[in-house]
């Protein structure tokens, strides 16, 4: 059994009178612990099927299970569990919380779930020295550069030790040496143990990863490994 | 989310946009402090009304010749037919039960009075020694109408402070004499200064023995008779015995009316109670508006924070804790607001007692429970369909918003 199993997923978009196949019939199994690029065309579907991945979104049709359970197919409220426990994710504009410091935001996953202050401070200054930012823990994110701040979102995507990480253009809005720096703490993640699906443009960060799927038009059009 | 994470959240979303969070708060102020006065304003007035009535003497039944059915002061009890004239011998009949103290029979008219070439016409009172102390008056100098038994005409008059200031102006007044009608009396008191009562105003009263008040006027009847009770429990006693021994005088006719100050207390007290309430129900109103404004203004910040809502839900939020987020934020500022309110309710109302030194007004507790009871109420209430319309929104979509 894959940890990730979706079988003949669709995803249809309708704007008024007309349909947008986003997603067709997408069937795809992925392992734990891998680490897969998903690359394509602007258009191509690669958020889309990443935020079905990230249960943000529901299929028209077609199955998902996470670690064996149909999760696919639950209610919001158990959904948004699975989500707080089983799934981190990375956005390509960071998505930090203005009025909050670097440490709250990435203690706000834990609050969430109600784990006890005590815990979420020791959680919290663990994550932030991970990522290398233990002295910018009560910096705003406008205090903080894009490259922090992408670090502070991975220390809080990966807080409640998520079995897998979702990536959606983690670096595009990065230069290239903060964006390397990133995409090997995302890397480090991995080796750890963690799944990484990492949706990217940069063809050189697609051949760093050991599975890349190519994307075109809603469907699949290439699944290699190295 | 626990608890104190949800107050602390919310309480980061609220002052993290001071100007929505101020206007709300101002609004439920607003509402909260307009029922806080106008309670107070309102209680304050029937507490004014109910502590001059009881100043009066609580424990007085007032003995009204003529049979009325009204229970209160009105228009009724004024316009009585009488059918047989209370005496001064009925007066005297009513010491004889024993939960009566004293008794003060009146008789009333107008007359010129008139000393050293001064002269006004003034309204007269025949009663007799007692009167003072059932009515509770001080004199300023002298002594009160002298204890020489109900019948006797005797020559003694006691002036009020206005009278005297006129009549007699810096001369002394005490041992002088005066003509009322067409008697002589001499002065033996002065009353002390009353001022404005919802009483008689003492002030510019004439007070002569009861005999010599009928004889001038020209009448055996009376026009009341005061009859105080030994405590405020024994009235409805006092007042069957007082019609008993009426009854029995009058040929077993009750032709008497009997009046309490608790009756004309109380329906005072009910007209301004009510009143009291239906001023409350209009400020209540204000404070719905605030609720209204409440709704608006989260909605608006609904729309304004969906990118966060969907990070949220992102990060693992149950719908449930997105309503309760914004609930509480809804609550923390209708609190917060209500505070204000209270703040500014019993400043004042301390301003208007500052202005009318008679006025007791305090808002009474009801009001003040009621009116942070009611914006809280209003504040969540109106929270809920934000609540519910965050709650609802599509990850997705909340998310492609950005922060
Ligand atoms: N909420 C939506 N409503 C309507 N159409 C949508 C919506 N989201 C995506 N689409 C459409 O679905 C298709 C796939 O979009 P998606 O965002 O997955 O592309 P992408 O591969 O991530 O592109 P990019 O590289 O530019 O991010 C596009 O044609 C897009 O217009
Ligand atoms: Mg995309």
Redesign the interface.
């Known amino acids: 059994m894959s940890q990730i199993e979706l079988y003949e997923i669709d995803r249809i978009f309708e704007i008024g009178d007309s349909c947008v196949h986003a997603l067709k019939s997408i069937t795809l199994t992925i392992d734990a612990g891998e680490y897969l690029a998903v690359m394509g065309p602007s258009g191509s579907g690669k958020s889309t099927l990443l935020?079905i991945l990230?249960l943000?979104?529901r299929p028209n049709h077609g199955r998902y299970r996470l670690e064996g359970h149909e999760v696919g197919a639950l209610p919001?409220?158990q959904q948004?569990?699975v989500?707080?426990?089983r799934?981190g994710?990375v956005?390509q504009?960071f998505?930090?919380?203005?009025?909050?410091s670097a440490a709250d935001n990435v203690a706000?996953?834990m609050?969430?779930?109600?784990i006890?202050?005590g815990e979420r401070r020791r959680r919290v200054a663990d994550a932030l020295a991970g990522v290398g930012l233990e002295s910018r823990a009560d910096h705003r994110p406008q205090q903080l550069s894009g490259g922090q701040r992408q670090r502070v979102a991975i220390a809080?995507a990966t807080i409640?030790r998520p079995a897998v990480l979702l990536a959606d253009e983690p670096t595009g809005n990065l230069d290239r040496t903060t964006g390397t720096e990133v995409t090997e703490l995302l890397e480090d993640l991995n080796r750890a143990g963690t799944t990484l699906i990492v949706v990217t443009h940069d063809p050189a960060m697609g051949e760093r990863a050991h599975r890349c799927l190519q994307m075109e038009d809603g469907a699949l059009r290439a699944d290699r490994r190295r | 989310m626990k608890p104190f994470d949800l107050v602390r959240f919310a309480l980061q979303a609220a002052t993290g946009s001071p100007l929505r969070t101020g206007l709300m708060a101002l609004a439920m102020a607003i509402g909260v402090a307009a029922v806080v006065v106008l309670t107070a304003l309102g209680d304050g007035a029937r507490r004014y009304v109910v502590n001059e009535f009881n100043s009066l003497g609580s424990n007085l039944v007032i003995v009204l010749p003529g049979r009325t059915e009204t229970g209160g002061i009105g228009i009724g009890t004024l316009s009585t037919s009488t059918t047989r004239d209370l005496t001064l011998r009925d007066a005297a009949a009513l010491l004889r039960a024993d939960g009566v103290v004293r008794i003060a029979p009146l008789v009333v008219g107008d007359a010129e009075v008139s000393s050293g070439g001064r002269l006004r016409s003034s309204f007269v009172v025949g009663t007799t020694s007692d009167f003072a102390r059932v009515r509770r008056l001080e004199l300023a100098q002298g002594r009160f109408l002298p204890d020489e038994g109900l019948e006797r005409a005797s020559s003694w008059a006691v002036i009020g402070a206005t009278i005297r200031d006129e009549l007699f102006g810096a001369k002394p007044a005490l041992g002088a004499r005066l003509r009322i009608g067409d008697r002589r009396f001499r002065v033996i008191g002065v009353l002390a200064a009353s001022g404005q009562g919802l009483g008689m105003n003492t002030d510019e009263l004439v007070l002569v023995p009861a005999a010599s008040a009928q004889a001038m006027f020209d009448t055996n009847s009376l026009f009341r008779i005061l009859v105080e009770a030994r405590e405020r429990d024994a009235l409805d006693r006092v007042r069957s015995q007082v019609e008993d021994i009426l009854m029995a005088r009058h040929d077993g006719e009750r032709d008497v009316t009997l009046l309490t100050q608790d009756a004309v207390v109380g329906t005072f007290d009910r007209i301004l109670a009510a009143l009291t309430l239906a001023v409350a129900g209009i400020a209540a109103i204000s404070l719905a508006v605030a609720g209204i404004l409440v709704m608006n203004v989260m909605l608006v910040a609904v729309t304004q924070r969906t990118g966060e809502i969907g990070l949220l839900k992102a990060l693992g939020a149950a719908p449930g804790a997105i309503r309760s987020a914004f609930l509480a934020e809804a609550a923390l500022l209708s609190l917060a607001g209500a505070a204000i309110g209270l703040l500014l309710g019993f400043t004042g109302a301390a301003l208007l007692r500052a202005v009318f030194p008679e006025l007791p007004a305090y808002p009474p507790s009801w009001a003040v429970v009621a009116g942070l009871a009611t914006s809280l109420a209003t504040g969540v209430g109106f929270g809920v369909l934000p609540a519910r319309r965050a709650a609802r929104l599509d990850p997705v979509q909340a998310l492609a918003r950005g922060l």
């Open positions: 935020n990230g943000l979104d919001p409220d948004a569990r989500r707080s426990e799934i994710f956005f504009s998505h930090l919380v203005p009025r909050l706000l996953p609050m969430l779930a109600g006890p202050a809080r409640m």
